[in-house]
């Protein structure tokens, strides 16, 4: 965590222009903070194979960090979410002006993907690299699930759609850090797939947990604008708290056996974060 925090640090977007606030909106949202749980997931899967390709693969665990961001800043919009906290921090449209955060999301989007192309792995790599996130994030993935969440903020769905529409919103980036992360140490097809599938089911845990912590703290405990999904499809809003919270746990359970069906050393790289992902809605 603190090698890729002080790897942000370092390469943050530079953009020499005469533009006063371009440069420094660009950065804001990234050193706001965040759990960098994307590359960090990608991270170690690196490291527990090939810790000699860490130091390569930053690049890309930046531009899932930057695409994740990207996605934030896009979601808190007045045309979406109207959210004026995230991450602690005042939202880029709140502190700026909505077309600096519309463009702000556009660029670290697109930088994303200029970072993976120009990471020092082998070319074939890149373009398979280039290929999951842009699948995972885009319509038929991220993208898609923000247009359902925003489509039926105020028609209730049913409990497969809702996992749907957050398959899409959430867990597929999830699922696609660790994917990405396989593919750089070439873990093969098979072990590639296992990942991501254990990443969706994350992925749905995650967002579970987050519709918990949207009825249960304040924003500042949360460090983000709670009790902003009255309108749309949540999961507390569809099941209650409660037997949201018996599902996070179903889910955590499962979760858990596909985490002990992996190797040793897969087990040994992500077991920091599992543990307090895996237990984080008993708290």
Excluded: W
Excluded at 28 to 49: I, S, T
Excluded at 102 to 128: H, M, Q, S
Excluded at 160 to 184: R, Y
Excluded at 256 to 279: G, I, K, V, W
């Amino acid at each position: 965590m603190h090698r890729f925090e002080a790897y942000l640090q370092s390469h943050l977007p530079k953009v020499a222009s005469f533009h006063p606030i371009f440069e420094a909106a660009l950065a804001e949202m990234l050193l706001a903070g965040g759990k960098r749980f994307r590359p960090m997931l990608l991270l170690d899967v690196v490291d527990a194979y090939e810790p000699m390709l860490v130091e390569g693969s930053m690049p890309v665990a930046l531009a899932l960090e930057m695409f994740h961001t990207y996605s934030l800043i896009h979601d808190d919009l007045p045309a979406m979410d109207d959210a004026p906290l995230r991450r602690g921090h005042p939202t880029l449209h709140s502190h700026y002006d909505e077309a600096t955060a519309i463009l702000v999301g556009d660029a670290l989007n697109t930088d994303a993907f200029y970072l993976i192309a120009k990471a020092p792995l082998r070319e074939d790599i890149k373009i398979r690299l280039v290929e999951l996130l842009a699948y995972s994030g885009g319509s038929s993935g991220m993208v898609l699930g923000q247009a359902l969440d925003c489509y039926f903020e105020n028609t209730p769905l049913a409990l497969e759609q809702i996992k749907t529409l957050h398959t899409n919103k959430t867990a597929k980036l999830i699922a696609a850090s660790l994917q990405m992360g396989a593919v750089i140490v070439q873990l093969g097809r098979e072990t590639e797939e296992n990942l991501y599938r254990f990443g969706l089911d994350l992925g749905l845990l995650f967002q579970i947990q987050d519709d918990i912590i949207d009825v249960t703290m304040s924003d500042e405990e949360a460090g983000k604008t709670t009790g902003n999904d009255t309108k749309k499809n949540s999961f507390v809003n569809l099941l209650g708290l409660e037997e949201s919270m018996a599902q996070a746990d179903l889910l955590a359970k499962d979760l858990q056996r596909q985490f002990e069906s992996f190797d040793t050393r897969l087990q040994a790289a992500l077991d920091p974060l599992m543990r307090h992902y895996l237990n984080r809605h008993k708290g």
